[in-house]
């Protein structure tokens, strides 16, 4: 339930130099309506300082590449629901005061030897290839530091022009916010808005996550059900009996775990049969295109939702 089809032109900034004082100084109060309506070619200072803040309270933007774009739109939008506010994505004064809190946006980072380990030359598109495979994971540095922060690479490139990402190289980086600590009692996961939303015992919003849930020809199950279980690094069964057909495959396959896989790096089990909430391996693609009716988040939010969740609790899907 984890391959997916284009459902639109995705626009991807070319990587272009961008200065992190630029990005450390830039202010909220520059973003306006314009922005939404015509994102820049390339990163937008502000738009990345908007896009960390977010983050770090707890509404994700999804990958944060300083692009105006509806993920950015409905993630103002949960944060002013979840301070109260009128909810309608506008960047007023009110909405930037609570989202200023102070301290750098970027910050330098030292790349380890362990960023290292683990890579992978690539990621085959045909399952049966990628059955082969003893794991999917990054396929360079670059793609784990990406990761790690909530990067575009092409975000991470423009801010470290001419890196080769080797051990001991210092790399500029977006500082997003810590995984979140707090107890889920309901998820909420809306297709029309592409956006997945985790509230505690009293109804307050914890946190929101844009996703991808389900599609026309694939859709997301109906009504209520409950999270059965969580599994991290999950290895991926292909049924395509069961699931869906990719390319030629007619046979079960066991594809290996990484967060290059099908699912990502973690998977949240539904009461529903074949049904969960995961991560995956494109999570620029995140509301960009259809699933095979399970829902997709970033791996970052993902494994930020699976540590706050337990069995039993609520998941509604919405239209």
């Not at 977006?174 to 998820?187: C, D, E, F, N, S």
Request: glycine share 10%.
């Amino acid at each position: 339930m984890s391959a997916f089809f284009l459902i639109g032109s995705v626009i991807v900034a070319e990587a272009v130099e961008i200065k992190p004082d630029a990005i450390n100084s830039a202010s909220l109060a520059t973003i306006s309506e314009e922005h939404a309506a015509e994102p820049s070619a390339g990163p937008d200072p502000a738009i990345v300082r908007l896009q960390v803040l977010l983050d770090r309270a707890g509404i994700s933007p999804g990958v944060i590449d300083g692009v105006h774009g509806r993920n950015v739109t409905k993630a103002v939008a949960s944060f002013e629901k979840m301070k109260g506010l009128p909810a309608d994505g506008a960047m007023d004064p009110d909405v930037v005061s609570r989202l200023e809190t102070g301290g750098p946006i970027i910050e330098t980072y030292t790349v380890t030897a362990d960023d290292a380990k683990g890579l992978v030359d690539r990621i085959p598109e045909d399952y049966g290839e990628k059955a082969r495979m003893p794991s999917l994971g990054y396929t360079s540095v670059a793609e784990t530091i990406s990761e790690r922060f909530h990067m575009h690479s092409n975000l991470l490139n423009a801010l470290n022009p001419g890196s080769d990402y080797a051990p001991g190289a210092t790399l500029q980086v977006t500082m997003p916010g810590a995984p979140l600590q707090g107890k889920v009692a309901r998820i909420e996961a809306d297709k029309s808005a592409g956006l997945v939303t985790a509230y505690d015992d009293r109804g307050v919003i914890l946190a929101a996550y844009p996703a991808t849930v389900g599609s026309e020809d694939n859709p997301s199950p109906r009504g209520t059900h409950k999270v059965k279980g969580v599994a991290r690094m999950p290895v991926f069964r292909y049924n395509p009996m069961v699931n869906f057909k990719q390319g030629k495959n007619n046979k079960i396959l066991t594809i290996p775990k990484g967060p290059n896989g099908p699912v990502g790096s973690v998977w949240i089990d539904l009461t529903k049969p074949t049904y969960g909430i995961h991560g995956t391996p494109d999570p620029e693609l995140i509301d960009k295109v259809e699933s095979h009716g399970c829902v997709r988040l970033t791996n970052w939010d993902a494994e930020e939702l699976a540590g706050m969740v337990k069995p039993g609790v609520i998941v509604r899907f919405t239209n």
